[in-house]
């Protein structure tokens, strides 16, 4: 599956290198998910909510109501992912809070299928708050642990996230060596030889800056479909 990402700031859509620097804004959020059409599912990440600076809760709901969309940022307590899905969230992106106790309250009260642990890797480290902090875990030492708290992984590998320079293939192979959970994989995606690579190790590719710059064009990504 190919998954096209609206990242949201400020009201608008941006693309950001790193988590850090943006660099670039997109069309509005509506004319986006419209350019979107076709594909089975977006995704949708409120980077003000994620860096605890307020929220984009009208927008997110106003996408959540046209398409089938998975929806990240600042989900750290239980009635967060609930409003989320009240927004119309199909599925709800857990990151920071997939490692405090919170989780376990967090899938309780939407189920876990509705939940999409967010493992983010920088340096070999996951990071959390926003890519802010550094923990001193490896996606692939806890990706076991947290399969009974969710419906799957977005595995995002930061060091490459924008730069549009490739992704770790092999990285990715560790983590599907380790979990029989779908994983849907994020950061460098730039080719359609790293998309069918993904597939052929049966993970999804969630797709940013390579669209947003024209790296990949729409209409070519949904031949692959």
Not at 23 to 43: D, T, Y
Request: hydrophobic share 50%.
């Amino acid at each position: 599956m190919i998954i096209p990402c609206i990242d949201l700031q400020d009201g608008k859509v941006v693309q950001l290198v790193q988590g850090r620097e943006k660099a670039l804004e997109g069309e509005a959020p509506l004319v986006m998910l419209e350019r979107f059409a076709g594909f089975p599912e977006i995704q949708v990440i409120d980077l003000d909510a994620a860096m605890g600076r307020g929220a984009n809760d009208a927008i997110v709901e106003m996408l959540a109501a046209r398409a089938k969309c998975r929806v990240g940022g600042g989900v750290r307590t239980p009635a967060r992912a609930e409003a989320l899905v009240r927004q119309g969230a199909h599925q709800v992106i857990v990151g920071t809070a997939a490692f405090t106790p919170a989780l376990a309250d967090i899938a309780a009260a939407v189920g876990k299928e509705r939940i999409l642990v967010a493992l983010d890797s920088k340096f070999g480290k996951i990071v959390v708050k926003g890519w802010q902090e550094t923990t001193d875990l490896t996606a692939v030492d806890v990706i076991q642990q947290l399969e009974p708290y969710c419906g799957g992984f977005l595995c995002t590998y930061v060091d490459k996230e924008g730069m549009l320079q490739g992704t770790d293939l092999d990285w990715f192979a560790q983590l599907r060596a380790a979990t029989s959970l779908p994983i849907t994989a994020a950061g460098g995606i730039t080719t359609i030889d790293d998309i069918r690579a993904l597939s052929a190790l049966q993970i999804d590719s969630a797709l940013g800056m390579a669209i947003y710059t024209g790296r990949l064009q729409l209409d070519e990504l949904r031949q692959m479909l």
